[in-house]
């Protein structure tokens, strides 16, 4: 079946404008979730989407970050007013339960110039 | 402060040699440890794991070891093969919560 998919796979965008990054998750995981991975750190949980459950932000940087998640589906993580300190790759992962195997999307890369 | 630390960035094995890649952990209320393995341009993919009941678990070539005294786990792979070429991430949660801890990745070169 299918995995999870992200787009776009690449985004090159100009300081102080907005992006949007759309994950869509392993049809019926309940569970979705985004990482960062800066250049040399390991991967930085940003938030998580459970069913109806209010989500877990506690891993946003700064309030330019934000994400929905639309029919318990897809999500979209937006960042306002990028900045050179957000390029980084963006990674989505959605799990059938909350405790489960966490499986990942290959990634958005985004570059702020 | 870093929970979990992959103090070795890079390593490189000749192929069917033992491949042996470290990661400590600080927190004492982690229990459950996992490891990933990510190529260039595709997202991590999940390896084995282990429960701190346990200070061993072995899935064919791939062992992972845990020290709970020492807050060390190991993952070691016999005999290396060119394709085991990656970044390793080994990754910590407490049991019943989601989130997970990833270390800062090794990676792995296994020369032919």
């Known amino acids: 079946g299918a995995g999870v998919s992200q787009s776009p796979s690449n985004k090159v965008t100009e300081k102080g404008k907005d992006v949007e990054l759309r994950c869509d998750p392993i049809?019926?995981?309940?569970?979705l979730y985004w990482y960062r991975q800066s250049l040399g750190q390991g991967l930085e949980f940003l938030i998580y989407?459970?069913?109806?459950?209010?989500?877990?932000k506690s891993g946003l940087p700064s309030d330019r970050f934000s994400a929905e998640r639309t029919g318990g589906s897809v999500s979209t993580l937006t960042i306002q007013r990028t900045q050179q300190e957000d390029s980084a790759v963006y990674l989505c992962?959605?799990?059938?339960?909350?405790?489960?195997?966490?499986?990942f999307g290959p990634g958005t890369r985004l570059t702020v110039l | 402060d870093q929970q979990v630390k992959q103090n070795s960035p890079s390593l490189s094995v000749q192929e069917g040699r033992i491949s042996i890649l470290n990661c400590d952990y600080t927190?004492?209320?982690?229990?459950?440890f996992l490891w990933y393995k990510k190529y260039p341009a595709e997202g991590p993919t999940f390896l084995i794991s282990i429960s701190s009941i346990k200070d061993k678990n072995e899935d064919g070539r791939f062992t992972v070891f845990l020290n709970k005294s020492a807050k060390h786990l190991s993952l070691h792979i016999v005999p290396s093969q060119p394709g085991d070429s990656a970044v390793y991430f080994c990754a910590a949660s407490t049991s019943g919560t989601y989130k997970y801890i990833f270390g800062t990745g090794t990676r792995l070169k296994v020369l032919a």
């Open positions: 992962a959605s799990s059938l339960v909350q405790v489960g195997e966490q499986f």
């Open positions: 927190n004492s209320m982690f229990d459950y």
């Open positions: 049809s019926g995981h309940t569970a």
């Open positions: 989407f459970q069913g109806n459950s209010a989500p877990d």
